[in-house]
């Protein structure tokens, strides 16, 4: 199941809800376990053993690495945590790098059962782990399947402390709605076109560029509208997620990129990677050798083929360039330079996600600049134009706080019909969005197939 | 507390209660609505068919223990729940119009073009199928001596009324297809310029706007035009009778506009001296007309045609003329025969998606004196059952040929032992 | 793996290799169920054709057959073969395909499913020789290779098929 399926809109989604809010207190994780469990093993029952194993597996991992820190053996402690995290590890490279399927949400969860092990290990939160507790932390509905990234210490201080507040289920609820928007009415259209686009015969140089905007705009629209559906949902229960998207293509340079895309993920590398290898306090050819092995990592856990390899280390060497190469005469370049020149850098980039096969991304990528091209322009490339542009215009409003700021602005004056002006806008939204789930089921024969 | 609060403060804490009461009311309205369409999903009974979407819809799926372990039951559950959605067709109208609002021009394949014109976009060939299908073509008629072929391709809409599609689209070039295809036919096979015909035709009436079908007026000017290459010397006056101004196409269906609408014409000859009956024989039926005029009441009208395809249909005539036509064909046929009746003695049409006997019997049953193959070229350029069915054809009659050489053979041996 | 110095065995280190064991099983016991045999169609048609090439009460099925019979495209398909029963009486049938896709496997099992219900529902009552032929058959699915047997005698078929696939 997603979140943007009909049967979790309109069946799962209230009955949680309403079942919530008048169980009993001492109820309520019980009850999510269980919703979490069913929510996960609706359409992906066979996973469930494997996501079952891991959690006995990573639990008598975190309750042995426990007893030994408690007991004071760091040795052995540290044994068997760099023995369980190289099993998670081999057992996630295992599914990626064969052609199995793989289970849901593994390439989540697997960085969260791993989140839990460092965090005992380090200290950071009690080295006793509770059962139940650990078990709520893996399956928890809203972030299994695509994350956030939510830390075993985070997720553990509220475990037992998340009260629902009006103030907060009402948020998260505008939140979850928000994300969809991005996701159904922009997302899913912008992957649409995007496909016919790309199986144009005659690729003109017009045609790569508005290609690599598409993708750009529907990578971070469904990517950011799935984590906002999220982190609102788990809002809803009372549970405060970071955010994981923060504007990212705002960004003046490509380590302040970092920060803002996927937060959840580079906290993690920074966290239990950089950091425990030395991050930035040594010299600088290990800092070089720190941050190359965290920008491997990123690319690799972002897909198994040669082209997220290389999408890693392009970045890596952008955000080295970045931090020892140009430094601060970036400072120099106005401002709206910066964000357009990282933006270039990153949207090219993009390119590595979306071919397949490293001769066709660098392929496109020469087209972009010329080389290679079926000419500069051409009468599919104005159609693709015209079917894109206001999407591509209000993808780009998107991207920053403009649309947010104008909403609020024009929203919340004093009391007057704007305020139910945006609710109506509000459901008109919610209403073409259930249509565009319902349109991508639609088939039509043209013969009766009765 | 002490009510000593900054105006800013006071402004902060009253905007933040404003904000406080959208986010309420957006709660309340969403979750309404939801609450209300689960209801109304619950109270709803299934539906059995789409006439929409020209297929049946799934039911609610069974529970078993295997469907639940293997993931299966979750899948068809979801399959039921959004092809039994409540205001499904609606939806998709809304859909359609989210589109049109971006400016977005294609539709699941159809492309909305000027004067609400639906486009379905051109088939790009399938390089080896054609290949096999002209070849298979070329090798029955080198088979058929004596058999008159003739042969016509018609273009969709999108070929032919190239000023009336969106702006800048642009779509594969069936013109220069189908030219691709005539020309590697072989030249005993008499090839109809079905293009250049409907290009000079003066008429906004060629192609229906909702569906992916040409009117009968289209149909009627290839007719006129190409008479001559049928055979048919001095081609007859029609009437023309409008049987229906509601039809609501297959196009309107795959892309979710149900906007437009079409006109059904028919063409009857005026001179009424040629009687005939049609005959289906896979079910069974004979019919004084070859319109079903209760076709007008479901969706697809076009179907007031024959019903639709069939295996082979017969049409026997008095006209006297001692021509029997076989015809292979999609549905293109079906508007385009209604002016061929006073012309032969027998129409034979046969489909071969559906048809699965062999060709060659037809031929001698119903001693076959002309074949016409008549196609669109979307289909033409992505089907095989075609070519199956007249290799098919063939290996029979190589088999019956084998056969009758061994059967001649015995014989002739029997004879002469018998002198012996 | 150490222990304390002095005494107790830390029963969570144990029993999470247990569970690690269990997570290889299954790894395990997924990969040996999806092979995809690399076997040429050829050489498996050929194979399969061998066991039956004595068998007079089939006929060989060309592609508007295998519409007529199954319902199914045969150019959705890498290979198809398939021999019919020749007249009403018989039932012997082989039918093959190798999958451009492991995906296609349902449809193809479904497409089987249709025809051996019309088989046996022709025979069911008046054929109890051919429906007990019927009822013995062997559908054997291989990753990308799906076979259909109906014969008195299955096993040299299929073990003649599966032995084709290494």
Known sequence: MGFNSLVFIFILLPFALL????????????????????????????????????VGFNFFAARGIG??????????????????????????????????????????????????????????????????????????????????????????????????????????????????????????????????????????????????????????LDFSGYSDMAIGLARMFGFSFKKNFDYPYTSESVSVFWRRWHISLGAW???????????????????????????????????????????????????????????????????????????????????FFFRTGIGDAF???????????????????????????????????????????????????????????????????????????????????????? | MPDNKTPQQKKALYKRSLIRRHHRIVFTAV??????????????????????????????????????????????????YSDQFVFRN??????????????????????????????????????????????????????????????MIVPGSAAILKDKLPVSASVPDQVKDIKDFYSQIDDGIRKIDTVKILKQADSDNLYYKTDHHWTSEGAYTVFKAAAHELGIKKPGRYNKYTVSTSFKGSLSSKSGDFIGKDTIEVYVPKSNETDYYVSYPNAQEKRASIYKPEMLDVKDQYLVFFGGNHPLVEINTTAGTGRNLLILKDSYANAFVQFLIPYYDHIIMVDPRYYYDNVNMVVSNYGINEILYLYSADTLFTDTSLSDALEAAADAAAEDQDQSEEAQGEETQREESQKE | MKKLSGDKINYADLIKWIFALLIIVLIVLKFTGNRVSNADFKDVKKAVEKTVKDDDTVLDGDNVMVKRLYGIDPADYDGIMLKYPSTNMNVNEVFLVKLKDVKQQDQILEAVEKRLETQKNNFENYGTNQYSILKKSVTDVQGNYIMFVVNEKTDPIVKAFEKSLK
């Open chain 1, 269 to 351: 590398f920074r966290d239990y990677v950089y950091i425990p290898l030395g991050g930035s306090r040594c010299n600088r050819g290990t800092q070089i050798r720190n941050l190359m092995i965290v920008w491997v990592l990123t690319g690799i856990w972002h897909g198994s083929t040669l082209n997220y390899l290389i999408w890693g280390l392009y970045h890596g060497s952008l955000v080295l360039l970045d931090k020892f190469v140009i430094g601060e005469r970036l400072q120099k370049v106005p401002r709206r330079l910066r964000i357009l020149l990282t933006d270039a850098a990153v949207f090219i980039g993009w390119v």
């Open chain 1, 67 to 220: 007893q030994h820190i408690e007991s004071g053996d760091k040795r052995t402690a540290r044994i068997q945590l760099i023995a369980s995290v190289a099993f998670d590890v081999a057992l996630l490279a295992v599914y990626k790098y064969t052609g199995l399927d793989m289970p849901l949400g593994i390439s989540f969860y697997s960085f969260s059962v791993m989140s839990c092990l460092f965090d005992v290990y380090y200290g950071k939160t009690s080295a006793q782990v509770e059962f139940f507790d650990f078990f709520l932390y893996v399956m928890f509905f809203p972030k299994i399947i695509s994350g956030p990234i939510v830390k075993w210490e985070d997720f553990r201080a509220q475990v037992h402390n998340h009260a629902v507040t009006r103030d907060g289920f009402l948020q998260g609820f505008e939140l979850f709605l928000a994300g969809f928007f991005k996701k159904a009415l922009l997302a899913d259209k912008l992957g649409v076109t995007l496909a016919s686009l790309l199986a144009r015969p005659q690729q003109t140089v017009g045609l790569a560029w508005i290609g690599v905007f598409v993708y750009s705009f529907e990578l971070y």
């Open chain 2, 90 to 151: 609606q939806f998709i109208k809304l859909k359609f119009i989210g589109n049109m609002l971006l400016h977005i021009k294609e539709n699941n394949g159809v492309l909305i073009g000027k004067e609400k014109y639906q486009f379905e976009i051109p088939a790009v060939p399938d390089e080896k199928l054609e290949a096999k299908t002209i070849q298979s073509i070329n090798e029955y008629a080198k088979a058929s001596d004596g058999i008159e072929t003739r042969m």
């Open chain 1, 363 to 450: 392929a496109h990528i020469g087209r972009l600049f010329g080389i290679g091209a079926a000419g500069f322009w051409s009468r599919a490339t104005t159609f693709s134009l015209t079917e894109n542009l206001i999407l591509l215009i209000i993808a780009a409003l998107c991207c920053s706080p403009w649309m947010k700021n104008m909403h609020a602005k024009l929203t919340y004056k004093k009391d007057g019909a704007a305020m139910y002006i945006s609710v109506a806008l509000y459901v008109i939204l919610f209403v073409f969005g259930v249509a565009g789930i319902l349109g991508s089921t639609w088939t039509s024969f043209m013969y009766a197939n009765f």
């Open chain 2, 31 to 80: 979750m309404a609505l939801i609450v209300l369409l689960f209801l109304a999903n619950l109270l709803t009974p299934s539906k059995k068919t789409s006439d929409a979407e020209n297929r049946s819809l799934a039911q609610r799926p069974h529970i078993t223990a295997g469907g639940l372990r293997d993931g299966s039951f979750a899948e068809d559950f979801d399959t039921y």
């Open chain 1, 19 to 54: 079942v919530y809010k008048y169980i009993p207190k001492q109820w309520h994780n019980i009850f999510l376990l269980i919703l979490s469990l069913f929510f996960y093993a609706w359409g992906s029952a066979p996973a469930l053993i494997m996501i079952l194993l891991s």
